[in-house]
């Protein structure tokens, strides 16, 4: 059973635009959520995360979102540009990002920056 | 610093052969991590180490073996490769668990 939930494989986006990126969680014990960018050949890098106890986290173009209510997390990037093109993975963690004990991923999204 | 590396890149082994994944990390942090990633598919924790001496397993830890001698590495053996362990190798070390920082990966295919 996938506790955490990426249900769009892949997102094409304009470049300029905003990309949103959604992720789904069904474990209520997870309280630190993640974003990971990973390029064909190479490992996932971190990009941003968020804690529980907030709602919104910003760096630079990209924030993410935190609806604990409804389990739901969303990563937006503006303006999108081509090296953003990508897949991106939403991980989740408990115990405050303590994380002794890895983390849970989402399948990932391709995300496509069209020229 | 190199951050994690991970060797070899590539491995084609046969059925039954055995081979140990190397991983080494130069930021003195004491948590570790084996992960696996299949196609189209998220990454899932195969074992993982809180220091030196201290391992435990993951979400899908059979077939596979670790050890943790130094803090800088992170081994993962396998003993009798089957088919079902094919898949791109991640390993990974945190100072805190937040923001895991990851190797390169070694892809592995078993026939």
């Known amino acids: 059973d996938q506790q955490v939930k990426q249900n769009s494989p892949s997102l094409s986006v304009q470049e300029g635009r905003i990309s949103i990126l959604n992720c789904d969680y069904t474990?209520?014990?997870?309280?630190?959520f993640l974003w990971y960018k990973k390029y064909p050949a190479e490992g996932p890098t971190f990009l941003i995360s968020i804690s529980s106890i907030k709602d919104k986290n910003e760096d630079g173009r990209f924030t993410v979102f935190l609806n604990k209510s409804a389990k739901h997390l969303s990563l937006h990037i503006v303006p999108s540009q081509p090296g953003d093109s990508a897949v991106y993975f939403c991980a989740a963690d408990m115990y405050s990002g303590g994380g002794a004990d890895g983390l849970t991923f989402g399948k990932g999204t391709h995300l496509i920056i069209q020229p | 610093n190199a951050g994690v590396t991970q060797t070899p890149k590539f491995r084609i082994l046969k059925i039954g052969q055995s081979m140990t994944l190397q991983c080494t990390q130069d930021?003195?942090?004491?948590?570790m991590y084996w992960y696996r990633q299949d196609p189209g598919m998220g990454l899932k924790l195969i074992y993982y180490s809180v220091g030196a001496g201290i391992t435990d397993k993951g979400e899908v830890p059979n077939g596979y073996n670790v050890s943790r001698s130094t803090t800088e590495d992170f081994p993962l053996r396998l003993e009798l490769a089957a088919p079902s362990q094919t898949s791109v190798y991640f390993c990974?070390?945190?100072?805190?668990?937040?923001?895991?920082?990851f190797g390169p990966g070694t892809r592995l295919t078993v026939l």
């Open positions: 930021m003195n942090h004491n948590y």
């Open positions: 990974a070390s945190s100072y805190s668990g937040k923001g895991q920082f």
């Open positions: 474990n209520s014990m997870f309280d630190y």
